[in-house]
């Protein structure tokens, strides 16, 4: 059976030159036309999940990462449950399932490929590697690590995982989640998630990362990640028809990563302004400053010299794209060229109407 496969291979590649010599970029090269679905007609609340998302717990080669929302819709089919998706995928999946504005899912997902995934196949793993999603030809970029691989989407100061120096920054870790609930504890309304909690324990993080992470990076666009997601904790894991985000249905999301019973999606969609606000409104009680720590472990914070448009949304825009996805997908030709210029249209398209200018990769390729 094996030797059979081991010829079947064999003979598949001396008679496709393509496969044997694959050519980067060239026209040859046979890809897949990135896609993204019509916005949602409806976009009002909804009991979630519905009849043909039944939850399923993934199976040993499913992957999994560092999102809990991403592994709550793949174990109830909304994703593909193997964790390997297209962009229009998630979009279509966080827009049903959470009502995630359109163009910010737009954006987002787009970066997702760009940085850790098959941009010719448009597929990344919201997990780690997977042979559904392997190198670009000529490995212009590495392999795709997928979203759990940490430096370009998953960074530091998570709230239920480990910064990457500290061990696997993908895997849910109990004690954090355990700390999270003592917060509920002592800032919320009985077993109601309420913004305190969140407004302190990401304060509290910040600080514990500052104090034992030797190389923590955490510039704008992470710093507005890592704020957002607490947002989109208190704002999309809540129950829209009570109103009420509880500790029982937090613990849910993150432990079984499932959706609770009796649960409806927010009852409008959630955009970018939604989500900005959701940040300002979190770090207002306790600023914190984008920046890097150096060689001697001291943190420097980031200055208008040292990222462009320090501040402002155009600063998130720049952080997330200028230095951090590779300069040499422009490089490119035919499909897979089409499909990066697809991607940079869907996150300029999120920050245009902010007066953002067009910008561009410049950032190095993986090895
Ligand atoms: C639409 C595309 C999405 C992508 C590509 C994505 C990707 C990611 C990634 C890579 C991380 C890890 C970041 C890190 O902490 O280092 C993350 C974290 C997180 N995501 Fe998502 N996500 C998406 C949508 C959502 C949605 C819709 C929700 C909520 C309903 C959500 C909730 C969260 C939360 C709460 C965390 C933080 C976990 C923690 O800090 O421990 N995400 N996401
Ligand atoms: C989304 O983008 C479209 C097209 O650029 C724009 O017309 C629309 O106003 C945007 N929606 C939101 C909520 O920003
Ligand atoms: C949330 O829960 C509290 C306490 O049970 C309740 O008084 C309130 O009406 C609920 N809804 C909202 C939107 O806060």
């Not at 970029?25 to 007609?41: S, T, W």
């Not at 609930?181 to 324990?201: H, M, N, R, S």
């Amino acid at each position: 059976m094996f030797r059979q496969l081991y010829l079947s291979v064999l003979l598949a590649c001396l008679l496709t030159p393509s496969l044997a010599f694959p050519s980067y970029g060239g026209h040859d090269n046979k890809g897949v036309k990135v896609k993204f679905p019509e916005p949602q007609q409806y976009t009002g609340p909804m009991k979630i999940p519905d009849r043909h998302h039944p939850y399923k717990a993934p199976g040993p080669n499913d992957k999994r990462g560092p999102c809990p929302a991403l592994n709550t819709l793949a174990n109830h089919g909304y994703l593909p449950r193997n964790g390997i998706a297209s962009a229009g995928e998630i979009v279509q999946a966080s827009g049903e399932a959470f009502n995630l504005g359109y163009n910010f899912s737009v954006a987002v997902s787009s970066l997702a490929v760009l940085s850790c995934g098959n941009i010719l196949l448009d597929k990344v793993s919201i997990g780690g590697e997977h042979r559904l999603v392997p190198a670009l030809p000529g490995k212009i970029d590495g392999t795709p690590g997928g979203l759990s691989k940490h430096g370009r989407f998953e960074g530091d100061v998570s709230m239920t995982r480990l910064d990457a120096v500290h061990g696997d920054p993908a895997v849910f870790q109990p004690e954090m989640y355990k700390d999270l609930l003592k917060f509920v504890d002592q800032y919320g309304d009985g077993d109601i998630v309420t913004p305190e909690v969140f407004a302190e324990y990401r304060f509290k993080i910040y600080n514990d990362r500052l104090n034992d992470n030797p190389v923590l990076t955490w510039h704008q666009g992470r710093l507005g990640f890592s704020y957002g997601e607490a947002g989109f904790i208190l704002n999309l894991f809540r129950n829209s028809e009570t109103g009420n985000l509880t500790r029982q249905d937090m613990t849910q999301f993150f432990v079984e990563e499932r959706f609770p019973e009796n649960w409806y999606r927010k009852e409008t969609p959630f955009e970018f302004d939604d989500i900005r606000m959701a940040v300002d409104a979190l770090e207002e009680s306790h600023p914190v400053r984008p920046g890097k720590k150096d060689v001697n472990g001291m943190y420097v914070v980031d200055t208008p010299e040292t990222s462009p448009f320090l501040g402002t949304v155009c600063g998130t825009y720049y952080d997330l794209l200028v230095p951090n996805i590779a300069g040499v997908l422009l490089e490119t030709k035919g499909q897979l060229k089409k499909n990066v210029d697809t991607y940079l249209d869907g996150m300029f398209q999120l920050f245009e109407p902010y007066g953002c200018p067009r910008l561009y990769p410049e950032g190095p390729a993986e090895l």
